[in-house]
């Protein structure tokens, strides 16, 4: 199934900008609009739930991308590629 | 009205759970972003509140209410010298200086990690200490204490314990409901 958009542009930005890094996106429930999963696919793997009705998208879109950055998990298959 | 960004660690719920996110959003925490990072529930706060105590106070006791066991409030208490520099916008050299007492005297003692070349501080205490020295402004050392005062309560209480702590805490505002606001007389 293709990902729908976000409704807000800042929160869509945040997820294209998770995605150019490997992160997938899976629909979520209720009051989460999806989860992202970044490249490691076990339970040690990062995830971060993006909300449908963020009280503050730009704040919310911030977050997001900060917890992509705090992510090591893609920085590590990046290394074993250059490899 | 300010905004305050701050950390809450959490464990104790499943992040695979269908419920998991609805659990924090129907809490109040819809002014957070959720995510799982090391084994660790983070849920980063952007709260507008009248006070940082009024702000983290009341997002600690909406994670516990959501159902998760908190487990600190960051920015951490327990910083390395590199930290510090960042925290207090200051070199390496000038906070090697306060250390050595070649600047400054009786700079807080490192209280972890004493046998390794990466020792810890307390940031409550050396926040004092810079502010005392001038090197930080007043409203970052309250904080800094305010964030070890919760910190401490989060490491000695079981939940009910600590919720009725923090419920004590809770600044009155013009916000809180009527219901809330103690008698006055």
């Given at each position: 199934?293709?990902?729908?958009?976000?409704?807000?542009?800042?929160?869509?930005a945040?997820?294209?900008?998770?995605?150019?890094?490997?992160?997938?996106?899976?629909?979520?429930?209720?009051?989460?609009?999806?989860?992202?999963?970044?490249?490691?696919?076990?339970?040690?793997?990062?995830?971060?739930?993006?909300?449908?009705?963020?009280?503050?998208?730009?704040?919310?879109?911030?977050?997001?991308?900060?917890?992509?950055?705090?992510?090591?998990?893609?920085?590590?298959?990046?290394?074993?590629?250059?490899? | 009205m300010q905004t305050f960004n701050f950390l809450v660690v959490a464990t104790g719920l499943d992040p695979e759970a269908d419920d998991f996110e609805d659990r924090f959003f129907e809490a109040g925490c819809d002014d957070a972003t959720l995510s799982f990072q090391k084994g660790l529930i983070l849920v980063a706060f952007d709260r507008e509140a009248d006070s940082l105590e009024?702000?983290?106070?009341?997002?600690?006791?909406?994670?516990?209410?959501?159902?998760?066991?908190?487990?600190?409030?960051e920015p951490d208490e327990l910083v390395s010298q590199a930290d510090i520099g960042r925290r207090a916008d200051?070199?390496?050299?000038?906070?090697?200086?306060?250390?050595?007492?070649?600047?400054?005297?009786?700079?807080?003692?490192?209280?972890?990690?004493?046998?390794?070349?990466?020792?810890?501080?307390?940031?409550s205490e050396v926040a004092h200490w810079l502010h005392a020295f001038d090197r930080l402004d007043a409203e970052e050392a309250a904080k800094a204490v305010l964030i070890g005062r919760i910190n401490d309560l989060i490491a000695h209480c079981d939940a009910d314990v600590l919720c009725h702590a923090l419920e004590d805490m809770m600044p009155v505002t013009t916000h809180s409901p009527p219901s809330r606001r103690p008698v006055v007389g």
């Open positions: 199934m293709a990902r729908p958009r976000h409704s807000k542009k800042e929160v869509e945040a997820v294209v900008y998770a995605e150019a890094r490997g992160w997938r996106w899976r629909k979520g429930e209720g009051h989460c609009w999806g989860r992202l999963k970044c490249t490691r696919p076990d339970r040690q793997g990062c995830q971060i739930s993006v909300n449908s009705t963020p009280r503050n998208a730009v704040n919310h879109a911030r977050a997001i991308v900060r917890a992509v950055d705090h992510c090591w998990h893609g920085d590590e298959e990046l290394c074993d590629a250059d490899i | 009024e702000a983290v106070v009341s997002a600690v006791l909406e994670v516990l209410r959501a159902g998760a066991t908190v487990r600190r409030v200051l070199t390496r050299a000038a906070i090697s200086n306060y250390i050595a007492g070649t600047r400054g005297d009786n700079f807080p003692l490192p209280v972890a990690k004493i046998a390794t070349d990466n020792p810890l501080w307390r940031w």
